[in-house]
C-alpha cells in the first residue's frame, strides 16, 4: 500500500515539473512573441518614418516648403486618400453599386442621378468662394469637416439602408469635395516658388494625390470586406475632420483681402468671357471627356457582352484561360490608372513648354491613337487606348488648370473654375452615355471611328480659330505700327534756334530729325 502511495506522489511530482515546465516555456514564448512583436512594431515605425521623411523632401523639394507648397500637396494628398475610402465603402452599399452588369437603362439612370445634381449645383460654388477669398483656409477646412459630419450621418444609414440619406450624403460629399479642389486650385498662384512653373506645381500636387488614393483603394477595400462600410466611413470621418486641423494651420498669405470695386456690377463667368486662351483649352478638354467618358462605358459593355476579339471565341476549348472578363477589366482599370500617373509625371517635366500646347497635343495624340486603335483593335489596342486617354485627360487637365491660373483675375478665378469642373463633369457623364448607345452595335470600329471623327473636328476648329485669332492679332499690330509710322511722320519739325534744348545728350548727332 505504501508503495503504490508513493508511486502516485512521484507522479504527482512529475506532473507538477512537467506544469512548471510547460508555464515557463509557456512564458518563455510570450517573451518571445512580445519581444517579436516590439521588434516588428520598431521596424515598421522606422520604415514609415523613413518613408514620411522621403515623402517631406519631395514635397518640400524646390522651396515648396518655403512658400506652402509642400503643405497643400499633403493636405490634397490625405483628402485624395480619405474621399477614395468614401467612394470604396459606398461602393458596396444597395444603391451606389455601379450596375455593370445589369441592363443599359440601369447604367444610364444611374449616371444621371449620381452626376446631374452636381452639374447643377457647381457653377454656385465658384462664386460662393470669391465672396470669401480673405478666408479660404477656413473654407478649406469647411469642406473638410462638412465631409466628416456626412461620413458620420452615412456610417449610422448602412445598417438600416437608409437609401436618402446615403444619396444626399454622396451628394455632399461630392460637392464638397470638388469645392476643396476648387479652392486648392485658386491658392496655387500664391503658394507657387520661383523656380516652379504652375504646370509643374499641379501636376507635383496630382501625382501625390494619385498615389495616396491609389494606396487608399485596397486598403479601404479590405477594411470594407473585415469591418463592413460604415467602420471605414467613420475611418473617414476622423481622417476628414484631422485634415480640416491642418487646412487651418496653412499659411496666412494663402488668403487675399476682399477688394470689391465700388458700383461694380457681380461677375459670373461664362465661357464667352474667360478669353480665348482659357475657352480654347477648356473646349480642348471637354473633348477628350466626353471621349474618357465614352470609352470607359463602351469598352466595358463591349467586354460585358464578350463583343471583343480576345473574348468573341465561339468554342470554349478555343478561349484564353487567362482574359476572362473579369481579368480583362481589371486590366484596363491598371491602365487607366498608370496612363494618369504618366500624365502628371510628364506634366511635371514639361517646365518650359507653353500649355496652350500641352493642350493642343493631348488633343490630336488621342485623336490619332483612337484612329489606329480602331483599324487594329484587339487587347493590347484596347490597353494602350486605356493608357493613352487617361494620360490625356491627366495631362490636358494639369494644363488647362495653369491656364486659368494665369490668365483668370483672383477675384473671380474660383468661379471660373467651378464653372470649368461643372462642365467638364457633364462633358463626362454625356460620353458615358453615348458610350452605353453605340454600344448596342457591338462593333467596336463603328464607336471608335465615331469619335475619332468627333476629336479630329474638335481639333480642326480649335487649330482654325487659333489661326484666325494669329491673323487678327497680327494685322491690328501691323495696323498700329503703321498709324505711328505716320503719327511720327506728320508731326513738324522744330525751329533751329531751340533745337539744342531739346537735344537727348544719349542719341547721336547724326539723328535724321536734326
Known amino acids: ?75 490634397s494628398a490625405g483628402n485624395s486618400a480619405s474621399d477614395a475610402l468614401v467612394t470604396v465603402a459606398l461602393a458596396s452599399t444597395v444603391f451606389f453599386g455601379v450596375p455593370v452588369g445589369e441592363a443599359r437603362g440601369s447604367v444610364a439612370l444611374y449616371l444621371v442621378i449620381t452626376m446631374l445634381p452636381f452639374g447643377l449645383l457647381a457653377p454656385f460654388v465658384g462664386p460662393i468662394l470669391d465672396r470669401f477669398r480673405s478666408g479660404r483656409r477656413y473654407v478649406m477646412a469647411g469642406t473638410l469637416f462638412g465631409r466628416g459630419l456626412l461620413c458620420f450621418a452615412m456610417a449610422a444609414a448602412v ?192 517646365r518650359n513648354h507653353a500649355p496652350q500646347l500641352i493642350v493642343l497635343v493631348t488633343l ?32 490636358g487637365k494639369l494644363a488647362l488648370d495653369a491656364i486659368v491660373q494665369r490668365e483668370i483675375g483672383e477675384e473671380v478665378r474660383s468661379s471660373t473654375f467651378g464653372v470649368v469642373e461643372a462642365m467638364l463633369q457633364l462633358a463626362w457623364v454625356f460620353g458615358g452615355l453615348v458610350g452605353l448607345v453605340l454600344s448596342l452595335t457591338q462593333s467596336s470600329m463603328g464607336g471608335l471611328v465615331t469619335l475619332a471623327v468627333v476629336l479630329t473636328a474638335a481639333l480642326g476648329w480649335l487649330l482654325v480659330a487659333r489661326a484666325k485669332r494669329v491673323r487678327a492679332a497680327n494685322a491690328k499690330l501691323a495696323r498700329r505700327r503703321a498709324e505711328a509710322s505716320e503719327q511720327e511722320r506728320a508731326e513738324p519739325s522744330e525751329p533751329g534756334p531751340h533745337r539744342s534744348d531739346t537735344l537727348d545728350s544719349t542719341k547721336p548727332l547724326t539723328n535724321p530729325h536734326g
Open 1 to 75: 500500500m505504501e508503495g503504490g502511495w508513493e508511486r502516485a506522489r512521484e507522479i504527482t511530482r512529475r506532473v507538477g515539473r512537467g506544469v512548471a515546465d510547460a508555464g515557463r516555456a509557456t512564458v518563455r514564448a510570450g517573451k518571445a512573441t512580445a519581444s517579436g512583436t516590439a521588434r516588428a512594431g520598431k521596424a515598421t515605425a522606422k520604415g514609415a518614418q523613413k518613408v514620411g521623411k522621403a515623402t517631406r523632401r519631395l514635397t518640400y523639394a524646390n522651396g515648396a516648403g518655403r512658400t506652402g507648397l509642400g503643405r497643400l500637396i499633403e493636405l
Open 159 to 350: 445598417g438600416p439602408g437608409d437609401l436618402p440619406t446615403l444619396f444626399i450624403g454622396a451628394l455632399g460629399v461630392l460637392v464638397l469635395s470638388k469645392a476643396f479642389n476648387v479652392s486648392r486650385a485658386a491658392i496655387m498662384p500664391s503658394v507657387l516658388p520661383a523656380d516652379i512653373t504652375l504646370v509643374s506645381a499641379n501636376a507635383r500636387v496630382a501625382l501625390f494625390t494619385l498615389v495616396s488614393a491609389g494606396v487608399a483603394v485596397p486598403v479601404g477595400a479590405g477594411l470594407t470586406a473585415w469591418l463592413g462600410s460604415a467602420a471605414v466611413l467613420r475611418l473617414a470621418m476622423v481622417a476628414f475632420l484631422l485634415l480640416g486641423v491642418v487646412a487651418v494651420r496653412l499659411p496666412r498669405h494663402v488668403d487675399s483681402p476682399d477688394l470689391e470695386e465700388e458700383g461694380a456690377a457681380p461677375r459670373w463667368r461664362t465661357l464667352l468671357k474667360v478669353g480665348p486662351a482659357v475657352a480654347e483649352a477648356v473646349w480642348a478638354n471637354v473633348a477628350i471627356r466626353v471621349y474618357s467618358g465614352f470609352l470607359l462605358f463602351f469598352l466595358l459593355f463591349l467586354v460585358q457582352d464578350k463583343a471583343v476579339p480576345w473574348l468573341a471565341v465561339n468554342q470554349s476549348w478555343a478561349q484564353d484561360p487567362f482574359f476572362d472578363i473579369p481579368k480583362t477589366i481589371a486590366l484596363l482599370a491598371a491602365a487607366a490608372g498608370l496612363g494618369g500617373l504618366i500624365g502628371a509625371a510628364v506634366a511635371n517635366w514639361t
Open 364 to 395: 490630336a495624340v488621342t485623336s490619332v491613337t483612337t484612329v489606329v486603335t480602331a483599324i487594329f483593335f484587339g487587347l493590347w489596342a484596347a490597353l494602350a487606348i486605356s493608357l493613352i486617354t487617361a494620360f490625356a485627360q491627366e495631362l
